[in-house]
């Protein structure tokens, strides 16, 4: 591996780097088997716009793996959105899939006979986890971790030495302490905690709600939709409440430095920003169902 | 007695906390109609004889109470934002706010993650 070439073998940024790559390089081969296999498959049950879009898919992610791979900063947005469109069109794929095994919306079946395989998604399973590939490559790429280190630091980006108590951040300590009790601490780790679980549960919750949602469409179209929107808003909730996380945990991990601490109510803020476009869209559904109520009688 | 009026955080770190004031000041009343919405469509669908909605009325008092302790929240960082030389108190009270406020949600989510898979069963 080349960061093994250029940093002493016995230092922890090294096997820092040697552990980004690898989750890079990971992440990089599945996104890019998960499009051979698709394609394969459209090969294989010829259809030729899915075997056309199939191999562009391939030699676009290639190109985009290339890119990152030389460290360019100026490559991570063209290819996280790259990321996010292969996401997109593996879930409307699945979707559409789904849809005809399970009866969610008749009106959608005629559509997805034809848009699946046009899409280069010809089998729900593969598009599954096409989605999952390409959501680990796009989260390696964007979410500061061992991978984004490795990127960054091949980038020639000033990035900080990690180590188990000063983990990759862009923070540093300015010297101004608050000086926090253990118990006060501890709070702020109580909160990183509270984030982190009401983050997975609500996104539990959005996606089985989706799917309900989805059920519904087809018995109950307005009130599907609705449910819908309620499972989507709140996956996505949950993943706006897990942004904080890290930040606010590094006040009891890496002490009380005003810096830590402003960093956390940084990204508090910038959470309950969100959360209030995110609760004006559930109050709006809220308001849609009450009038579908009194509407229908 | 005399008060304390050194603050420790920096006019950007202050900028910052009112920021999140403002934000909890918003976000705060629209959960608390999202949640009362909640309990009125739930309220409705058992007048219309539907039991079904029984089931809307916790999830609803979950997203209230949600949005009450963010406005006990915003109120925090309005004083951690406001008053100096007691940042430590108020950082622990904004911290707390929020924290009641996403365990509530928390119980929110695994109870609608459980109607929803119950239902999906279904």
């Known amino acids: ?297 | 007695m005399a008060t304390e009026t050194t603050t420790t955080f920096t006019p950007e770190q202050s900028t910052t906390i009112n920021r999140l004031s403002t934000g909890l000041t918003f976000a705060a009343p629209l959960f608390l109609l999202a949640g009362l919405l909640r309990v009125v469509l739930g309220g409705i669908d058992i007048w219309k004889g539907n039991w079904g909605g029984l089931l809307a009325i916790p999830a609803g008092g979950l997203l209230a109470f949600a949005g009450l302790a963010l406005l006990a929240g915003a109120s925090d960082a309005k004083y951690l934002h406001d008053v100096k030389g007691r940042e430590k108190e108020h950082l622990v009270n904004t911290f707390d706010s929020i924290n009641t406020a996403f365990t509530a949600l928390l119980i929110f989510g695994c109870y609608e993650a459980f109607l929803g898979f119950i239902h999906l069963l279904m």
């Open chain 1, 1 to 297: 591996m080349s960061a093994t070439a250029t940093d002493n073998a016995s230092s922890p940024l090294h096997d820092y780097l040697v552990t980004g790559e690898t989750l890079f390089v990971t992440a990089a081969v599945l996104a890019f088997v998960s499009d051979i296999a698709l394609t394969f498959r459209s090969l294989v049950a010829l259809n030729w716009i899915g075997l056309t879009l199939g191999s562009l898919f391939i030699l676009g992610t290639l190109f985009f793996i290339n890119w990152l791979y030389t460290g360019a900063k100026e490559a991570r947005m063209p290819a996280a959105i790259w990321a996010g469109l292969q996401i997109a069109i593996a879930v409307i794929g699945v979707y559409l899939l789904l849809n005809k095994t399970f009866g969610w919306d008749y009106r959608l079946y005629k559509i997805g006979a034809v848009l699946p395989q046009a899409l280069s998604v010809p089998s729900d399973l593969l598009g599954i986890f096409k989605a999952a590939a390409y959501g680990m490559f796009l989260y390696s790429i964007t979410q500061r971790g061992p991978a984004l280190f490795y990127l960054r630091h091949k980038g020639g980006e000033a990035v900080e030495v990690p180590s188990p108590t000063t983990p990759p951040e862009d923070v540093h300590p300015t010297g101004t302490v608050l000086p926090l009790t253990a118990d006060q601490t501890q709070k702020a780790n109580g909160l990183a905690s509270a984030l982190q679980m009401a983050g997975f549960a609500l996104m539990t919750a959005g996606f089985f709600g989706a799917l309900v949602g989805g059920q519904r469409i087809a018995t109950a179209p307005r009130f599907g939709w609705l449910a819908l929107g309620e499972g989507i808003v709140l996956l996505v909730l949950g993943v706006i409440a897990l942004a904080p996380v890290a930040s606010v945990r590094n006040i009891k991990e890496r002490g009380t430095d005003t810096a830590y601490i402003g960093d956390a109510l940084t990204k508090l803020g910038a959470m309950v920003n969100k959360l209030v476009l995110l609760a004006l869209v559930l109050a709006a559904l809220g308001v849609g169902g009450l009038i579908l109520r009194l509407v229908k009688g």
